[in-house]
């Protein structure tokens, strides 16, 4: 398994933006998709976007298309969540996640994945 730590949640107005990182331990981050997935109160945690090993590849919830775009530094291991034109639906605790499998298979089995962070909270008052 691999240690993530999650940073960049915060308090901020619809249609303003915030870029959330994450952290990974390890010398093996490019083994692992990586992803972030979300939870808001009363709700089951749900994915939000995916990116392959070396990110040549994404994917995106439908509710964050076009707003939201992950990508990730092999370099530093960390993966990022630069997030646009948020509204007050994308208000939940933000969690990193990573898996060995493929970003693809991520985005279809949270309940599966190996690796999660602590968590941080993102809200987004109207």
């Known amino acids: 398994q691999v240690q993530l730590v999650e940073s960049g949640g915060g308090l901020v107005q619809a249609g303003g933006s915030l870029r959330l990182s994450c952290a990974a331990s390890?010398?093996?981050?490019?083994?692992?998709?990586m992803g972030w997935f979300r939870q808001a109160p009363g709700k089951e945690r749900g994915f939000v976007a995916t990116?392959?090993?070396?990110?040549?590849?994404?994917y995106y919830a439908d509710s964050v298309k076009g707003r939201f775009t992950i990508s990730r530094d092999n370099a530093k291991n960390t993966v990022y969540l630069q997030m646009n034109s948020l509204k007050p639906e994308d208000t939940a605790v933000y969690y990193c996640?990573?898996?060995?499998?493929?970003?693809?298979?991520?985005?279809?089995?949270?309940?599966?994945?190996?690796?999660w962070g602590q968590g941080t909270q993102v809200t987004v008052s109207s």
């Open positions: 996640a990573a898996d060995p499998s493929s970003a693809q298979d991520m985005s279809a089995r949270a309940k599966s994945i190996s690796s």
């Open positions: 990116i392959s090993k070396y990110g040549k590849a994404t």
């Open positions: 390890g010398r093996t981050f490019s083994t692992y998709a």
